[in-house]
C-alpha cells in the first residue's frame, strides 16, 4: 500500500501556528548554547586523535579473528574526525576562519574528503532541508525521475541508496559531487581546486608509501577497510537523519524552513560509544536549527528545544537493524503531494 505522510503545512495548521519562522527557534534557544569554548573544542580534537590512534594500534596487533571489531572502532574514530572537519565548515570550531580551515582540512585530509567542497555543498543542504529536487543530502528520488532513467541507474539506486547496500551511498556522493570544481559557483571554484588539491597530494604520497611498507593487504587493512566503516556511518547518519515513512519532502511552494528543520529532522539514540567517538552529531535537530551550535552544545541545545517545541519534533528513534530495514523497505520512491512509495508499488502501478 501506499504510505501517506504529514504534510508540513498541514502540521503548522494542526498546531497552531503555520506562520512558524526559524528565528522564532533560534531565539528561543540559551544564549550558551552558540558559545565557542576553545578548550572543549581541542579536548575533542584530543579525544579523536587519541582514538584513531589507539585503533591504528588494535590494527597492527590484534589477530585475524579480532580485526573485524578492530576496523569497526577504528572507522567509527575516523567518523569522529569528519565531524570535527564538519564543525570547521560550518565555522562553529573557532572564531577565526583559517583556524576553521586549517583544522578542516587537517582532519577530512586522511578521509580524501575535499573540505571546501563538502562545505558549499552541505551548506547548501542546510538551507534547503526536505525541498524536493534542491536538497542535496540523500533526498527521495521521485516517481517521474525515476521513470525516465536509464535503467543502469535505475539498478544502482535501488541497490546502493535504497535498499541493502544502503551503507556504500555516500561513497557514490562523495565520488560524484565533491572533485569536479566545474559544478561549483566561479568565485568558490579556487577554493574547491585548494581542498582537491590537498587530497590528491596527501593520497599521492600515503597510499605509494603505505603499499611499499604494508603490501597491497597493509593498504587495505589500515586504511580502506577503516574508511569503508566511515562512510558506513556517513551513510547512516545521513539516512536516519532525515527519513522515515511520515517525513515530508515538499516542494518550494509548500516547504517551510521551521518546520523542515524540526519535523524534517529526526533525533536518533546510538549506543553510547558510537556518540562518544562521533561528538554527538546524531543530537541532530538542534544542528539544523542554527549550524552556529558547536557539537558540543547540542545535548543543551536539544533539551531546550524539547522543553519549548516539543509538539513540532518527530518521535525519537534508536539505532537497530529493524530501523534500516524499515527505512530501507518503504522509503524508495517519492511521489509529490502523496509520500514514499516503494519500488514494487511503482512497478505494479505501471
Known sequence: ?????????????????????????????????????????????????????????????????????????????????????????????????????????????????????????HNHHHAHTNKLDEDNAWHPIRTEVFSIWKPLNRFAFKMFMRQRLWWVGSIGHWAVVHFDWRKFKTKDQSDVKFSVAVVVVFAAIVFPLLIATTGIWGFVKFWLLPWMVYHFWMSTFTIVHHTAPDVPFNTANKWNEALAQ???????????????????INVHVPHHISTAIPSYNLRLAYSSIKENWQPYLHDECKFSWSLMKQITNQCQLYKTDVGYKTFNEYYAGK
Not at 531565539?27 to 582514538?51: D, G, I
Not at 564543525?87 to 583559517?98: L, Q
Not at 524540526?262 to 546510538?270: A, E, N, P, Q
Open 262 to 280: 524540526l519535523f524534517g529532522t529526526i533525533h536518533c539514540d546510538y549506543p553510547r560509544w558510537i556518540e562518544i567517538l562521533c561528538h554527538d
Open 1 to 121: 500500500m501506499t504510505i501517506s505522510i504529514i504534510n508540513s503545512d498541514k502540521l503548522g495548521e494542526d498546531l497552531g501556528d503555520s506562520s512558524l519562522k526559524l528565528k522564532h527557534i533560534i531565539k528561543s534557544l540559551p544564549r550558551e548554547c552558540f558559545h565557542q569554548n576553545r578548550r572543549k573544542a581541542w579536548t575533542q580534537v584530543l579525544l579523536s586523535v587519541s582514538m584513531v590512534a589507539l585503533g591504528y594500534y588494535l590494527l597492527t596487533i590484534s589477530p585475524w579473528f579480532l580485526l573485524p571489531l578492530a576496523w569497526v572502532f577504528t572507522g567509527t574514530a575516523l567518523t569522529g574526525f569528519f565531524v570535527i572537519g564538519h564543525d570547521c565548515g560550518h565555522r562553529s570550531f573557532a572564531k577565526n576562519r583559517w583556524v576553521n580551515d586549517l583544522v578542516g582540512h587537517l582532519f577530512m585530509m586522511p578521509l580524501i574528503y575535499p573540505f571546501h567542497s563538502w562545505r558549499i555543498k
